[in-house]
Every structure is written in C-alpha cells, then in structure tokens.
C-alpha cells in the first residue's frame, strides 16, 4: 500500500512497509504524471520508513502524539426553558435553573426539560399548535449550544411523562 501527499510543489510518496514492488512503480508513475501536468516544477519526495518521522509529513498530517484533547465537561445544572408563543412569536424563557419542581410546569406550555443525562420536550395538553410544532426544534437549537450537544432529545406528553418527572426529582 502507498500515499501520495500532494502539497501543490511538493509530491511526496510515502509507501508503507508492506509495499511490493509494483505497487512502488505505480505510486512512481503517479507522481509522475502529476508533476508533468505541472510543467515539472514540483520536487519529488519519497518515503520509505515511518512517515511520522518526517517533519513535512507532520506539518500537515499533525503529530498523534500531540493530540490537544478537549476538555470534560464541566458540572451540570438542570435547566428548565419554557417554550412559548403568549407575546405573537414563539420564543424561548429560561424559567429556572438548579433545582425543578413539577409545579413549575404550565399545560399551555411546551417546556424543554433539561436534566444532566437526558433533555425532553414536555407538551402541555393545552398548548398550541405552534409550540407543540416547534418544541422540538428549538429543543435542538438549545442543546446543540450546550457542552453536551449530543445528548438524546425526548418528547413527552404532559399525562405520560412519569420517568421524566422521576428524574427532575433527584
């Protein structure tokens, strides 16, 4: 097997230690005719040990070994959002943060419930169209803003909504 890093001016043939010999000729080959389609003026490289011990071939592949690894998520509060269209236009309200009680919960709202493992959509059972529509799309515009974006999005309904009221309480 064998790669071709193709930096404009600068083709290198980077060819892996179980390479045959054809395979070598026909990387050669290749990177021939893409520096004859540039009138020559590419320079040629081959490489045929690690690649990861070539400073060009790092500069652009970067190190593995300097992987900048993000960092962990910080403590996570519950939020509670209230989704709604009282004032014409739907908007979204942070309506409390910490601790969430089942009280706070309106049913002629759509609240986006947001517990540290889990996010869900609650719909009242008196909400409006519009906000029982849009819940759940302003729930994903939220969370793909959190340091949490890929965190499951449930909907639950105001009078099925028990495992979710199990989980605000603890």
């Keep these: 097997m064998y790669f071709v890093l193709d930096k404009g001016l600068q083709i290198i043939q980077i060819n892996t230690p179980d390479c045959d010999k054809d395979e070598k000729v026909k990387a050669m080959h290749f990177c021939l005719k893409l520096k004859s389609e540039r009138n020559g003026r590419p320079k040629t490289t081959t ?14 592949l970067g190190d593995k070994n300097k992987k900048d690894k993000a960092p962990p998520p910080g403590p996570h509060t519950k939020k509670l959002i209230k989704v709604s269209d009282e004032s014409g236009s739907t908007k979204m309200e942070k309506v409390s943060e910490g601790t969430i009680e089942q009280d706070m919960l309106d049913p002629n709202d759509v609240f986006i419930v947001d517990l540290e493992k889990s996010v869900y959509v609650w719909v009242g059972d008196n909400a409006s169209a519009d906000e029982k529509k849009n819940g759940m799309s302003y729930a994903h515009s939220y969370v793909s803003k959190t340091d949490r974006p890929l965190r499951s999005i449930s909907i639950v309904n105001q009078r099925r909504a028990h495992h979710c009221y199990k989980e605000m309480a603890q």
Excluded: A, F, K
Excluded at 47 to 60: A, F, G, K, Q, Y
């Design 47 to 60: 490489i045929d040990d690690n690649p990861l011990n070539d400073d060009e071939v790092t500069s652009v």
